[in-house]
């Protein structure tokens, strides 16, 4: 069980990695004007001390605790408890850069954005993983807040359908009436892959504000779909927090390819 619950981490993380990248191209930055999307939740810092995991599969649905910590437009810590809140896994996200830390086995592997889409085609960003872990809108490779101007709207009922085309690049985002983000999709004219997103269990947090305490999160590659969800406890705001992440000097820094491995 030990062994089945690391490598599903990593599984994970692999999983959020290659989603976020949804085989998509480089866009042109919006420069539209327009009302923002002002009910989203604002915070400098953001933390969920216990969140939990799920591989959802046909048999045994694999759960693993952990935790989320990000600071705002700076980093994102992601780190897996699955036994007695011992760490066995963590991954730090800056705007630059990926590193996943294999703390049983003293491995680690980190590149950097534009390397990584060098070496796999790949193009993935720091602003899509926060977005989508912060309930909020975003423009693929667009830091910053996103203008209402830059989409299509589409009421449906009591909803609004949020689209985006631009170089072959498709956002949908489903929005209530009191402009809560309720799902996203993002895929590419001509490709398999998409990526979707839906937000459920909204509850109030000691603001008020009412936030989605669960993420479900699927992947499909035109023939296969994976599903994954991330269930917050609870969340918190501008909390003081620590933000450092290293790597242990004794630690052997492996290749992607190598990581991978412990898929097969």
């Not at 800056?94 to 680690?108: A, G, I």
Request: glycine share 4%; hydrophobic share 40%.
């Amino acid at each position: 069980m030990w062994k089945i619950k690391t490598n599903w981490i990593f599984y994970f993380l692999c999983f959020l990695m290659l989603a976020v990248s949804c085989k998509t191209k480089k866009v042109q930055k919006t420069t539209k004007d327009g009302d923002l999307f002002r009910n989203e939740l604002a915070y400098t810092s953001f933390n969920v001390p216990k969140a939990t995991f799920t591989l959802v599969q046909k048999q045994n649905p694999v759960n693993v605790n952990g935790s989320v910590r990000i600071r705002k437009d700076s980093i994102i810590i992601l780190s897996f408890q699955p036994f007695l809140g011992v760490e066995v896994a963590r991954a730090g996200i800056t705007r630059s850069s990926f590193t996943l830390v294999d703390r049983v086995n003293k491995r680690y592997f980190t590149t950097d954005f534009e390397a990584l889409k060098a070496q796999t085609g790949l193009n993935i960003n720091y602003n899509i993983f926060q977005s989508i872990l912060t309930n909020s809108m975003f423009i693929f490779d667009t830091p910053g807040q996103v203008p209402a101007s830059a989409f299509k709207e589409v009421r449906i009922g009591e909803l609004s359908l949020m689209q985006l085309n631009r170089g072959g690049v498709n956002q949908e985002f489903n929005v209530d009436d009191k402009k809560r983000i309720l799902a996203g999709r993002l895929f590419v004219n001509n490709e398999p892959y998409s990526i979707g997103w839906n937000y459920m269990n909204f509850m109030s947090m000691e603001s008020g504000y009412f936030f989605p305490h669960l993420i479900k999160m699927t992947m499909s590659d035109g023939e296969n779909q994976h599903q994954i969800d991330i269930a917050y406890s609870k969340v918190e705001v501008d909390k003081k927090l620590n933000f450092q992440f290293s790597v242990p000097s004794s630690y052997t820094q492996v290749t992607l390819e190598e990581l991978l491995k412990i898929l097969q």
